[in-house]
């Protein structure tokens, strides 16, 4: 059995749809169970029982959500201070308005939070461009749900832009099992 | 006259040390004045008033402290909404205990701060090399005030840091006078 | 009077053709003129009777083409050594076929070109949101012009695009003409 | 059996030394076998052959050496397009002056090189900072070698960089042993 911690934010819903999809592939995968909270919900032995993490986060200016933020400064500090996730592993997703065509910030705002999974030693998953649906809403770094068309109107992110997070989801499930009790970074 | 907005989150005194120090070079410029506050305490109207704005945070995880996320999240979001500060200047500035000697994460918690001034329109002045005190401290999107030794041992940013900080609050000020007016991004 | 140094690598032709469009745009501003050339063929005394610099790029799994990289390490280097081009003006614009939606890699590609900038102490010309058609391939550090469909058929970047780079090079020329002078790193 | 590509470029031997020290270190594991190239020899089939690839990289202008991006362009490319490393595993490490204390542009040069593993569909393998001898030269993203002092004079990178660049080598290994055959982001 194994456990994936979806850590999200979200304003309008459209990264909580992420999340919750994402959620659905983790249980594609035998004995693999998801835990979605939200950001300001999620406690440091959520993460300690978790044997991989997903972190979801609107856009805003080019970054993630303040809130993502303060769960990073508050509670993975003090997992990064005492080593506690060394070798498990890590992904990310982000939903945006995506004004101008060019991601709208989506890639600094996915790395801003792979720079937390790298500090806490987490093999990190990206999101390789054979994956079904990523045509419609990838980036190599993981899913990214356009929720608005050029003229910054809403319509909410996509079926497909699901059905890849779903696959994203699936994929970290399956990392978690295969890094489970490798000892990577061991003696 | 014009004034540089220096807003900052501090943990241990380090980045509000820095902020002091910019603001002193800041009002060595003729005619140029700083405001210096706490994250929490900017307000959109003091954007609004200002010709350039600096930006200080502490290193956590990798990315700016969640207090200056929050107030790029819930301030000056919507100053890009309406196109508010346009043409003007931005600068950065961080602090860290940078354990291992590469910075700790520091470039990108600079770039995580720029990103939002990009958004924002905001022409970017960058730290030189051939800046006094470089050495002691610099990295090339700005000053980098390490506050521990390698064993994590805090001890605080240097007088050379200091002065670095305020030379960057110098280049802001006179940065800020020269394209005063400028109109670059108009019709 | 007062020159833009615009250098281009070009595949397939796309980013070249952003590269004459934001020539043209440099043009319009008065007393201001451009040098477009490619890659291989810059010089360091280009860089050094330049005002401004425009770098534009194919993006190539997630970085700029490989012969900006050898005109940055083996021009732009030394030009950092000697601290030549420090409080002049930058500015970047990048092409990709852009496959997922999540602009592909360009803000990362965007990010290393303007990283040399900094080094050179150059200051950093964004592009605002506000910019006329910057919703058909903006991004907030340049033009993003998308070559290719969701199914990666190449079409070419847009006249929008092509526009949106005429736009920027203006800015760049405003820019440059701005600072021009102003001593902003001197004693 | 399994093979690490060590894949490098180097100008004055820091980087040279540290990917030896890696292949030490990929040897130390159990049927774990290390090819150590200079960038302009490798080939397509040596990433074909490989179950996990190291990247070294001086920093030049906070990127990588114009070689490493060579090699990306004209022979990751095709491998991205015809999908064939997904699911296996990626590092980097790079040496530099590192003028200034703030690691000179190393966070950007990694993540320039991380961007392409991204893209090729590879899990990321971090420097987790429990590994002995890491604060004396390790950054989250992989070792960082320091080869000058801060007056720019070039000493080399020290043994305790070369013994952190040996542990890289082994995580990687070890990492590599582990997702072989896992399938991660099959059907």
Known sequence: MG????????????????????????RE??????????????????FIASDGILFGSPVHMGGMDWRMKKLIDTVCSGLWMKNSLNGRVGGVFVSGGGFGGGGGGCEL???????????????IVPLPKMTADY?????????????????????????EVLALSKRHGKHLARAAKAV????IFGE
């Open 3 to 26: 456990t994936i911690l979806i850590a999200y934010a979200s304003d309008y819903g459209s990264t909580e749809k992420m999340a919750a999809a994402a959620a659905e592939g983790v």
């Open 29 to 46: 995968v035998a004995g693999m169970t998801a835990l979605v909270k939200k950001a300001e919900e999620v406690t440091a032995d959520d």
């Open 109 to 123: 705002t996915m790395l801003s939070m792979l720079n937390n999974f790298a500090e806490l030693g987490l093999l």
């Open 135 to 159: 045509k419609h809403g990838g980036l190599h770094w993981g899913p990214y749900g356009r929720s608005a068309d050029i003229d910054m109107k809403n319509g909410g992110v996509s079926a």
């Open 180 to 183: 489970k009790g490798a000892d």
